[in-house]
């Protein structure tokens, strides 16, 4: 079945960087875009970016340019999002979570599904 | 402040017909698919509609989602007890090139 799972949680320092797996498992990795999403104890989801692992091209939200990188594996069919300059306010949950086929849709939407489990960076001095 | 706009909470009675709003612009909402996801306590959001109407499977039929121009809701018939959730609306934003998300909708049980 399609699997997404994620790295285990983490406690940064302010100012350090962290970097967040995501392996995906039951269907073709480079046929579907992957997303990243945040959500910060008690607050909304935040879209933060978007890898199509085909090619490795990225998009980033505005709020996060310079800050975020995402990368992929496609020898291991994962996808890593990396924070750096984190401050209090990254404390979060960091979600991944698959598009709709590339080939069908052909552009990104907001087809979320699967998520990942979720992994909890703590950020705190 | 999300780019689309959710009431902060709702509430119904079991058996009760619930909406929900989310009203965008011509940038997300009006030009692209809504989708609806539901997040219950500790747990990852769950897609719940797509494509502005469309249920996945599994999904009750108590759950249905429709749009008009900038804004969308979602509706929820036979209200359950298990249905009490945090309910978001995302679409795709031409302008920003990105995801946007509704704030959530919290919705209570009575």
């Given at each position: 079945q399609v699997q997404l799972v994620q790295s285990g949680a983490e406690v940064k320092k302010p100012g350090a960087s962290v970097k967040v797996s995501c392996k995906a498992s039951?269907?073709?990795?480079?046929?579907y875009y992957m997303h990243w999403v945040r959500q910060a104890p008690g607050q909304g989801l935040e879209w933060m970016g978007i890898i199509?692992?085909?090619?490795?091209s990225t998009s980033y939200a505005q709020k996060f340019q310079g800050r975020v990188t995402m990368t992929r594996d496609t020898s291991t069919s994962t996808v890593y999002m990396e924070l750096s300059?984190?401050?209090?306010?990254?404390?979060a949950v960091y979600y991944c979570a698959r598009d709709y086929p590339i080939a069908v849709a052909g552009r990104p939407s907001c087809?979320?599904?699967?998520?990942?489990q979720g992994t909890l960076v703590t950020v705190s001095s | 402040q999300s780019v689309l706009t959710q009431p902060p909470s709702a509430s119904g009675t079991p058996g009760q017909r619930v909406t929900i709003s989310c009203s965008g612009s011509s940038s997300n909402i009006g030009s692209n698919y809504v989708y609806w996801y539901q997040q219950l306590p500790g747990t990852a959001p769950k897609l719940l509609?797509?494509?502005?109407n469309q249920r996945p499977?599994?999904?009750?039929?108590?759950f249905s989602g429709s749009k008009s121009g900038t804004s969308a809701s979602l509706a929820i018939s036979g209200?359950?007890?298990?249905?009490e959730a945090d309910y978001y609306c995302a679409a795709w934003d031409d302008s920003l090139s990105g995801g946007v998300f509704g704030g959530g909708t919290k919705l209570t049980v009575l």
């Amino acid at each position: 079945q399609v699997q997404l799972v994620q790295s285990g949680a983490e406690v940064k320092k302010p100012g350090a960087s962290v970097k967040v797996s995501c392996k995906a498992s039951g269907y073709t990795f480079t046929s579907y875009y992957m997303h990243w999403v945040r959500q910060a104890p008690g607050q909304g989801l935040e879209w933060m970016g978007i890898i199509n692992p085909s090619g490795g091209s990225t998009s980033y939200a505005q709020k996060f340019q310079g800050r975020v990188t995402m990368t992929r594996d496609t020898s291991t069919s994962t996808v890593y999002m990396e924070l750096s300059s984190l401050r209090s306010e990254d404390t979060a949950v960091y979600y991944c979570a698959r598009d709709y086929p590339i080939a069908v849709a052909g552009r990104p939407s907001c087809w979320f599904d699967p998520w990942g489990q979720g992994t909890l960076v703590t950020v705190s001095s | 402040q999300s780019v689309l706009t959710q009431p902060p909470s709702a509430s119904g009675t079991p058996g009760q017909r619930v909406t929900i709003s989310c009203s965008g612009s011509s940038s997300n909402i009006g030009s692209n698919y809504v989708y609806w996801y539901q997040q219950l306590p500790g747990t990852a959001p769950k897609l719940l509609i797509y494509r502005n109407n469309q249920r996945p499977s599994g999904v009750p039929d108590r759950f249905s989602g429709s749009k008009s121009g900038t804004s969308a809701s979602l509706a929820i018939s036979g209200l359950r007890s298990e249905d009490e959730a945090d309910y978001y609306c995302a679409a795709w934003d031409d302008s920003l090139s990105g995801g946007v998300f509704g704030g959530g909708t919290k919705l209570t049980v009575l």
